[in-house]
């Protein structure tokens, strides 16, 4: 059985209405393979607003077990295609996150390019937290349970999510939830 609990969230109350995505608005039936949506962001400042959020529907690639994930034990993967800027982790946190899939809503993934100028968060993910970083260069931090938003440093767009599905034991990869460093429209390398 498939699961599209991409735009799930485990955010309650106004910080919920401020980080997550209508389900509807993926459109993953509409065969669009990348458009625009609004999307309601917390900010630094704790108050919500509307941006413009980037997603692009890609052919679903296989890149995991939910059975073989451990906890806070990141999986590299390249995703969308294996060009540059495609180096991407999967995660069980252990805590609901949005776009979370599996029975705790738990398992995220995400790009691993800082979206300030191109750093790598190869390694950096960090359980205790539940982030990415701090980038190496400048010191940005993105909160994998919002949709990969900034937390702390120099940049100013959330980390690209990759989109999941679970089919039974099996995680696809199916897109991207914004705009991956270093390319224009997500457009394969
Ligand atoms: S490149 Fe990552 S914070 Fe500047």
Avoid: W
């Amino acid at each position: 059985m498939t699961d599209h609990n991409a735009t799930g969230c485990s955010c309650s109350g106004e910080v919920k209405k401020a980080c997550t995505v209508n389900r509807r608005q993926f459109l993953f039936a509409s065969g669009a393979t990348t458009f625009a949506v609004m999307v309601a962001m917390p900010t630094r400042h704790g108050q919500a607003e509307q941006v413009p959020a980037l997603v692009s529907t890609y052919p679903r690639k296989l890149i995991g077990k939910l059975s073989e994930l451990e906890q806070d034990v990141p999986v590299e993967f390249y995703y969308p295609d294996e060009g540059d800027y495609s180096d991407s982790i999967l995660v069980k946190t252990g805590t609901e996150c949005g776009g979370g899939i599996g029975p705790q809503k738990d398992v995220v993934a995400f790009n691993l390019t800082c979206t300030h100028q191109g750093g790598s968060l190869y390694d950096t993910y960090k359980g205790e937290h539940k982030v990415l970083g701090p980038c190496p260069l400048h010191l940005s931090t993105y909160d994998v349970t919002r949709h990969g938003i900034l937390v702390s440093g120099q940049a100013y767009q959330s980390l690209p999510q990759v989109l999941l599905e679970l089919d039974g034991d099996d995680i696809y990869a199916v897109g991207m939830f914004g705009l991956i460093y270093g390319r224009y429209d997500n457009l394969i390398a």
